[in-house]
């Protein structure tokens, strides 16, 4: 029971890490600058932050990597002690490739646009994996 509660931590883990990843690009520069001018603590550390914009974000793609790894080894572990097959690293390694993509797809990176629509983004991330 522990393992499931650690998938799910390390999935919003991932989240986080994906927010924080789309959140340096779609920042705007203006509005930070005129908070830190007016004196607002959490935005001098934005601004601190993104004074070195590769660090930034290779801490955050080094933190996204490690925790997508650690939430498919724990799959694998749920997977491999529930299936008695030879190949369950396989299925598990595949079910959440395939499940990792579809939340991606449909709820953290698709946020970011003017044009969401959940029918649209579901038949979209269907029509790209119809060679599956």
Same mark, same amino acid.
């Given at each position: 029971m522990a393992e499931f509660y650690l998938l799910i931590l390390f999935i919003l883990f991932s989240s986080y890490f994906s927010g924080i990843d789309i959140a340096i690009y779609c920042i705007n !520069?203006?509005?930070?600058q005129y908070k830190v001018d007016r004196g607002i603590r959490s935005a001098k550390i934005i601004k !601190? &932050?993104?004074?070195?914009?590769?660090?930034l974000i290779c801490t955050v793609l080094i933190g996204n990597n490690i925790v997508n #790894? &650690?939430? +498919?080894?724990?799959?694998? #572990?749920?997977?491999?002690? *529930?299936?008695?097959? +030879? *190949?369950?690293? &396989?299925v598990a390694t595949l079910i959440c490739w395939f499940l990792q993509r579809l939340y991606r797809r449909l709820f953290v990176r698709e946020r970011r646009t003017h044009f969401f629509t959940p029918h649209r983004q579901v038949s979209n991330f269907f029509h790209n994996y119809s060679f599956l």
């Open positions: !520069r203006v509005r930070l !601190r &932050l993104l004074e070195d914009p590769q660090a #790894y &650690l939430a +498919a080894a724990t799959f694998t #572990y749920i997977i491999s002690k *529930n299936m008695s097959q +030879a *190949n369950s690293e &396989l």
